[in-house]
């Protein structure tokens, strides 16, 4: 198993920053894609970033293009999300998510393709 904590969250302004940390710990080499959802209120949880530990390709939601950056530090056993340009519609709670191997070429983006979860950090954004 692997078990995964998250921080980072908080209360922002538009335009603003924020970093979110996902420690991972256990059995991580068993599950090499590591992904970034997120669930505001009312709404079903959606992809946002993903990565995986063996190599540099990072996959994105188009809406967070050019915003949000996916990173790594495989000796800390830590993935990173820095969220730039921060909007109001940006505003829910982010999972950190991983996942079994088995995609060689390409990237799973279904909440149900993810079966290690961590508690979530909620990120506000304020207009």
């Known amino acids: 198993q692997v078990q995964l904590v998250e921080s980072g969250g908080g209360l922002v302004q538009a335009g603003g920053s924020l970093r979110l940390s996902c420690a991972a710990s256990g059995r991580t080499f068993s599950r090499p894609i590591m992904g970034w959802f997120r669930q505001a209120t009312g709404k079903e949880r959606e992809f946002v970033a993903g990565?995986?530990?063996?190599?540099?390709?990072?996959y994105y939601l188009d809406s967070v293009k050019g915003r949000f950056a996916i990173s790594r530090d495989n000796a800390k056993n830590t993935v990173y999300l820095q969220l730039n340009s921060l909007k109001p519609e940006d505003t829910a709670v982010y999972y950190c998510a991983a996942a079994s191997g088995g995609y060689r070429f390409s990237f799973p983006r279904g909440a149900n393709e993810f079966d290690s979860w961590g508690q979530g950090t909620q990120v506000t954004v304020s207009s």
């Open positions: 990565i995986k530990w063996s190599d540099q390709s990072s």
